[in-house]
């Protein structure tokens, strides 16, 4: 069986302040280019399931040849 391609999950629980848009916008822009990678147009970050145990901001940032997807709770 052949595989193409790398998926990496983190766990940045305990990491620096990411729970505000402002701030979850700074962190993808850094991580682009951290990661060489090119964007292509801006982040989609949105505030989902207010008032729900899972509310909080996701994310989606198209780079070159895959993206860059988040949930990331309160």
Request: proline share 4%; hydrophobic share 40%.
């Amino acid at each position: 069986m052949a595989y193409w391609g790398y998926h990496l999950m983190l766990d940045c629980s305990g990491c620096e302040r990411i729970d505000s848009k402002d701030n979850i916008y700074n962190f993808v822009k850094e991580l682009v280019k951290r990661i060489d990678m090119t964007a292509h147009g801006e982040p989609i970050i949105e505030f989902l399931l207010p008032g729900d145990p899972k509310q909080g901001y996701s994310l989606l940032q198209l780079i070159t040849t895959s993206n860059i997807s988040a949930h990331l709770w309160n």
